[in-house]
DNA sequence: ATGAAAGCGCTAACAT
DNA sequence: ATGTTAGCGCTTTCAT
């Protein structure tokens, strides 16, 4: 590997020389000098030690994603997101999955300290308490999924969520007005907050109308397709559902497979809302009703405020984004 | 942030007896320094400066992958193969998404040398000399999509396929087996070598039966739902069509969309088969036949043929997986 | 317009 | 059993 120095020595100058032309900062060197060593560094293809250059300026270009699973496309497009947001500012991304455990969280925030990331973007496990996780010094973004964080904080955190609760509320309002009288809800369990407000929403919703909410209605397990092959199976056993309302559209992907072989079609025996609005969503059978997250802004929203943090810039450092219904055919 | 040598001069021992205890290469420390020590850095939080300690040792212990996207579920399945096995052995993932593009290929391979990462897993866009885009030292796997490189290859460079012929004939044999007279294939465009064997195995798979291969029965554009999608509409415009192969799922989830919008039935009127075997493939309606490449096992061989070429082991340079026809309802 | 020198935090060979 | 020391490749201040 070439290095700095020996570009030095071939062009007759100091390393201190090539470091200026090299970064730039080459106001008081001439032209002459200049396009040597450029010249060298062509010719040689010279490439910057990066690590040697993090070690002296103290950063390394680079921040940490911690998401429970790549291959769930919600968050596929939350990393893609932030992987292009964070490229157009120069930063390069680290993809950590989770699988929605602490014990391995823990273990990826190690990880990325000791590579001496410049800032962390988490969203945190279902079920876990922000205090055992907390990444010291380390400026994080905690995205998703809310959790509770003491207000004395020492830390650097930044939180961008979505208004969950706003969001089922419309959901479920839009069945109502399509007539749904005996709606349903299979989601997440109540042990991490987005469910609880989704879940919080739809109760609202069917409330406000003047409906009770029904506990045999529920099926709460997990983010994820079996939840809602299962729950519709389960849901469907004894009762009647004209109504069903999803916490995220992969749970109404396993609703859609279930409510197809039980011989229900949709939407004309039950219509489905789902959440999140994954690129899929649209190429369902039908094309599915859902609550669109803005994932993609997300993504950037958690890199800017992200290097807001890494540069001690004061920010506002709670976002919350609204959802969107997105209307198509399973209602 | 704290550093060895404070951890060091708290302890009253230079930092090469720090060094060595956190790094268990103890075997001639008395217990009570190490205690000592282990005590002080578990008391004051202390973390290794990754940085720091691969300016030293000459490594990185992380790798690039760089895709065309994580969105794109084939590769977010093959990034969280990567992962997995990266994790186990100890290395770290930096995510890269070329979107296809010789450029960004190009700029990112660029700054992951600077990041002095250890190696490179690839997948080059679909066009693509490999010529033009070479890392010189950094060893580096080429994943999914082969290319030609140049036999006297000074660098390391490993090379990771599957059998897309064998994949694809397999496909086409069993929709004649199915009873298919008029089979099309609508999948990427010839520009890239995977595509064309799987156009290969399927023109093969027709000859070898009797049949003639008919160009009005082939749209070749892209690899993503919309080509499914424009080559039903295209193709079943005029002509009559029993029998579908797509060059891979996505097509086929496009092609099913198009279908059920021309009212046509999966597998009563036209029977499809898909290739890759994305993990929703089995959700769509009905649930898709396809071939199933080992993407999972590819992650694993990745990293594993990587580290051998990382290591200087002797291994073989080239491996080729064989692909499984998974049968579900779409034939 | 250019260079000398110190130092970022760590490891390891060698000395004691 | 522990310490001394040099050095990884770079940037930057201060001299010249």
């Not at 990393?79 to 602490?102: F, H, P």
């Not at 309002?173 to 749904?180: D, P, Q, W």
């Not at 309302?245 to 409510?259: P, Q, R, S």
């Amino acid at each position: 590997m070439i290095t700095l120095k020996e570009i030095a020595k071939m062009a007759n100058v100091s390393s201190a020389t090539v470091s200026k032309v090299i970064n730039g900062k080459d106001k008081y060197i001439s032209d002459a000098t200049r396009k040597k060593i450029l010249d060298i560094v062509e010719k040689e293809g010279y490439i910057t030690n990066g690590i040697a250059k993090s070690l002296k300026m103290k950063n390394t270009k680079t921040i940490g994603i911690i998401i429970p699973d790549v291959m769930n496309l919600f968050f596929s497009e939350l990393a893609r997101g932030i992987e292009d947001a964070a490229e157009k500012k120069g930063y390069t991304v680290i993809l950590c999955n989770s699988e929605n455990k602490v014990s391995k969280t823990k273990k990826y925030i190690e990880i990325l300290q000791e590579k001496m990331v410049d800032g962390i973007i988490l969203t945190p496990p279902e079920k876990c308490d922000f205090n055992s996780i907390r990444p010291g010094r380390t400026p994080t973004i905690l995205l998703d999924r809310d959790v509770d964080v003491e207000t004395n904080e020492p830390s650097k955190i930044g939180r961008i969520f979505v208004n969950n609760t706003a969001g089922s509320y419309k959901a479920t309002s839009h069945l109502l007005s399509k007539g749904c009288k005996e709606i349903a809800i299979i989601s997440s369990d109540t042990q991490n907050k987005p469910s609880l407000e989704r879940i919080q929403g739809y109760e609202n919703a069917l409330r406000d109308k003047g409906y009770v909410v029904n506990s045999d209605r529920k099926y709460l397990e997990s983010y994820n397709i079996e939840t809602g092959y299962n729950g519709v199976k389960s849901l469907l056993m004894d009762k009647r559902i004209d109504g069903l309302f999803c916490g995220n559209d992969l749970i109404a992907i396993g609703a859609l497979k279930a409510l197809r072989e039980l011989n229900l079609s949709v939407p004309s025996d039950v219509k489905i809302v789902g959440f999140d609005d994954i690129l899929l969503s649209r190429y369902l059978d039908p094309p599915l009703t859902t609550i669109k997250q803005p994932v993609y802004v997300m993504g950037e929203k958690a890199i800017e405020m992200l290097i807001a943090l890494i540069n001690d810039e004061q920010i506002d450092d709670l976002i919350i984004l609204e959802t969107l219904l997105i209307e198509r055919d399973s209602t």
